[in-house]
């Protein structure tokens, strides 16, 4: 396949889950609680998306090209598009736009607390997305800045996990994979440390 | 239908019914799954019909018994009940049961001084159950009340809904329905019914003691960790709802608790 069909074609699957769950709320098929769905669904694929986003360097250095790198800002967004309409749900459906309420939610509810720094720890890694940004910054200060999505996707999985009643399978098998790139990533630079100092 | 004439009850509520579909597909019922869908799509041939539905009251009674499900009901008239299910997760359904009163199935067991409580417990058969395969909940699932609660007139014992048979992802074939108290306390597909002089160690309080409490009364004054209890979303409407002191049963119920603090005994 040519190289600039590449990004349309990974742009129309990202959104692939978001037009099914339009489709599946225009045709009543989200069940009984379509909200519900609806809110675990996004956030299921912000969760996706984040860690989708934090496979593209292991996939660099795995096959050698570093043409992966081409769609990791748009994954990368894809996932915060994904908590926005999360946290959008949360914020309209479950309260309202009721501010006192939303406070107060944040304060009792340690899921939902945990939820919230997530999403602030989004916002800085979404604003400076462009390329604009990124020169603005610096690469040096913008690489560091992004190594807040590791951070990111740690309490994405917390989230998850916090909220889930007592069948922990899910969130176990997020946070697996979440370790194996972390851990990953930690062992790939030590070897490129190693190997500059001989 | 499979129950006609079915009398109506002056407990009932009003309130527009929940869809039969929507009771039917959206079940907490861990025996088939942690999925609210699992239950319904592996529990349509629950029970067994080749697998005789056994019943056992015991414990601290004077007349203790193992009954055959249809010996079992055999003695009561149902009637249906139309009440408001309030699940612990902040959703709530408004369901038309068919049953009889928990009272006449103990009074007839003839409790002795001792009886304090009464525990009761789900099939335990992992074969027909395959949730219980993993150990999400200690099984078999257990549920208990105190007695003067389990005498209370609003308890029933269910075999049925929209004048239909239970349905397996119900709680087929007798469940427990105790509608001031959070949906878990419903103890679903029930074997066995004991009075205890000690307070039964409930399945939800043994996986977590510090989230769920013995009694789980509706409360929207005292929140669950991950849920807050103040408002609801009744299945079917797109606004939430404020949530009612015992589910709004307060009128009837309350009384039972005066001098109870409620915030130590949630």
């Given at each position: ?36 769905t609806l809110t675990r669904e996004t956030g299921l694929w912000a969760l996706r998306f984040l860690l989708i986003t934090l496979c593209i360097s292991p996939l660099c250095w795995l096959t050698g090209m570093n043409h992966w790198l081409r769609f ?127 | ?171 087929a074939p007798i469940r427990l329905v105790v509608p001031w108290k959070y949906g878990f306390k419903s103890i679903k597909s029930i074997v066995r019914i004991r009075f205890t002089e000690k307070m039964p160690l409930t399945a939800w309080v043994e ?60």
């Amino acid at each position: 396949m040519r190289l600039e069909y590449s990004k349309p074609l990974v742009f129309s699957l990202a959104l692939l889950p978001f037009c099914w769950l339009v489709y599946g709320l225009l045709t009543d098929q989200l069940g009984a609680n379509p909200i519900e769905t609806l809110t675990r669904e996004t956030g299921l694929w912000a969760l996706r998306f984040l860690l989708i986003t934090l496979c593209i360097s292991p996939l660099c250095w795995l096959t050698g090209m570093n043409h992966w790198l081409r769609f990791r800002r748009m994954l990368g967004l894809f996932a915060f598009f994904y908590a926005c309409l999360h946290m959008l749900l949360y914020l309209g459906l479950d309260q309202f736009f009721d501010v006192a309420e939303i406070i107060r939610d944040i304060k009792e509810r340690p899921f939902i607390t945990v939820g919230f720094i997530n999403f602030l720890l989004l916002l800085p890694l979404a604003l400076t997305s462009s390329n604009a940004m990124i020169k603005r910054l610096g690469g040096r200060r913008w690489r560091q800045l992004h190594r807040l999505s590791y951070l990111a996707a740690a309490t994405a999985c917390l989230h998850f996990l916090m909220l889930v009643k007592a069948d922990t399978r899910q969130p176990i098998i997020y946070i697996a994979l979440l370790a194996v790139l972390l851990v990953w990533r930690l062992i790939h630079h030590r070897r490129r440390q190693s190997a500059s100092a001989s | 239908e499979d129950f006609d004439g079915l009398s109506s009850s002056e407990f009932s509520t009003d309130e527009r019914l929940t869809s039969f579909e929507s009771i039917t597909t959206y079940n907490n019922f861990y025996e088939f799954g942690t999925d609210k869908s699992a239950p319904s799509a592996l529990a349509a041939d629950f029970p067994d019909p080749a697998k005789p539905w056994q019943i056992t009251v015991d414990g601290e009674c004077d007349n203790p018994g193992v009954f055959d499900y249809q010996e079992f009901i055999q003695p009561y008239t149902l009637e249906e009940r139309i009440y408001r299910l309030r699940c612990v997760e902040g959703w709530s359904m408004v369901i038309p049961w068919v049953g009889f009163q928990l009272s006449e199935v103990l009074k007839k067991a003839q409790p002795n001084s001792r009886a304090k409580f009464v525990e009761f417990t789900t099939l335990y058969d992992p074969e027909q159950m395959p949730g219980q395969r993993r150990r999400v909940l200690q099984w078999p699932y257990k549920e208990g009340l105190r007695i003067d609660e389990a005498m209370h007139p609003l308890t029933i014992l269910a075999v049925g809904l929209y004048g239909k048979m239970m349905p397996g992802q119900n709680g087929a074939p007798i469940r427990l329905v105790v509608p001031w108290k959070y949906g878990f306390k419903s103890i679903k597909s029930i074997v066995r019914i004991r009075f205890t002089e000690k307070m039964p160690l409930t399945a939800w309080v043994e996986s977590a003691p510090h989230e769920y409490g013995f009694y789980s009364n509706v409360n929207p004054e005292v929140n669950h960790p991950r849920w807050s209890q103040r408002r609801e979303r009744r299945i079917g409407e797109l606004l939430k709802r404020e949530t009612l002191m015992f589910n709004g049963y307060g009128d009837h119920v309350a009384e039972m608790y005066s001098g109870m603090d409620l915030r130590k005994y949630f």
